[in-house]
């Protein structure tokens, strides 16, 4: 089929809200989705985190608006209560599960970096919801092994984030298949990384984007072979793969 003219239109103005990863391919039908059903129910406290992440330089970090959504609903629908978040950033994502959350719910969130969680955890106090995060800094990996070593923790979470380190996701699965509950849902974020998963060998990619593309790859692989867990792959954001675990 011939491209349409909607098809040829210039990138300059794509990607105008922040955290956009939308792989629709229309812009114009990203925002009506975003101005009719997202941004008028968007809870104030994630609007201002929203505004506030939008001026910092690593903006393109944060979870879209459109998947915040998403998420809240998924976790009040699983009726969540004990979570995990592996990559924080400013807490997009993690308000959009803490206000999701009863208020004995509980999100342990763990990022290398404290100083971009500072930035949003204003916002998120004065949400109320602040006391349900426990927030680590260093790497995630580490205190995964000290909690399946210290046995307690197996099949307690119901639901886990991740969002960080693409090379590292495979080392995740791992060990979040032993901590999530038969039940529960781990959410892998970017699992199609920028359309990135479909483009040509010698297609003129962003360093970042071709340097963890062969691991984005590998992870959906390994997904799809895995016995453990039922796994749902969604076009919203960057693309999301949901894996329920039954085993």
Same mark, same amino acid.
């Given at each position: 089929m011939a491209p349409t003219h909607e098809g040829q239109q210039s990138q300059a103005g794509r990607h105008q809200e922040v955290? =956009? %990863?939308?792989?629709?391919?229309?812009?114009?039908?990203?925002?009506?989705?975003?101005?009719?059903?997202?941004?008028?129910?968007?809870?104030?406290?994630?609007?201002?985190l929203r505004?506030?992440?939008?001026?910092?330089?690593?903006?393109?970090?944060?979870?879209?608006?459109?998947e915040g959504q998403f998420l809240n609903m998924l976790l009040k629908l699983i009726n969540a209560k004990n979570t995990m978040e592996i990559g924080v950033y400013t807490g997009y994502s993690l308000l959009a599960t803490a206000l999701a959350l009863p208020d004995d719910g509980k999100i342990l969130a763990m990022d290398i970096n404290r100083e971009?969680?500072?930035?949003?955890?204003?916002?998120?106090?004065?949400?109320?919801?602040? =006391? %349900?995060?426990?927030?680590?800094?260093g790497p995630a990996l580490p205190v995964l092994d000290q909690m399946i070593d210290a046995g307690k923790y197996h099949g307690t979470f119901d639901f886990i984030f991740v969002d960080a380190d693409k090379d590292n996701y495979l080392?995740?699965?791992?060990?979040?298949?032993?901590?999530?509950?038969?039940?529960?849902?781990?959410?892998?974020?970017?699992?199609?990384?920028?359309?990135?998963v479909v483009a040509p060998p010698d297609a003129p990619l962003r360093k970042y984007v071709l340097y963890y593309r062969d691991f984005v790859l590998e992870l959906n692989r390994a997904l799809a072979a895995d016995p453990r867990i039922e796994i749902c792959q969604l076009p919203v954001g960057d693309g999301i793969t949901l894996c329920r675990r039954i085993s």
């Open positions: 955290g =956009h %990863k939308s792989l629709l391919q229309s812009d114009n039908l990203y925002q009506y989705i975003l101005e009719t059903s997202v941004y008028p129910r968007e809870p104030e406290p994630m609007k201002e505004e506030l992440t939008a001026k910092h330089p690593w903006n393109i970090m944060t979870t879209s608006a459109d971009n969680y500072e930035l949003g955890l204003p916002v998120i106090q004065k949400a109320g919801v602040a =006391h %349900k995060i426990d927030f680590k800094e080392n995740y699965h791992k060990r979040l298949i032993e901590l999530v509950k038969v039940g529960g849902i781990i959410g892998y974020d970017n699992t199609l990384w920028n359309g990135s």
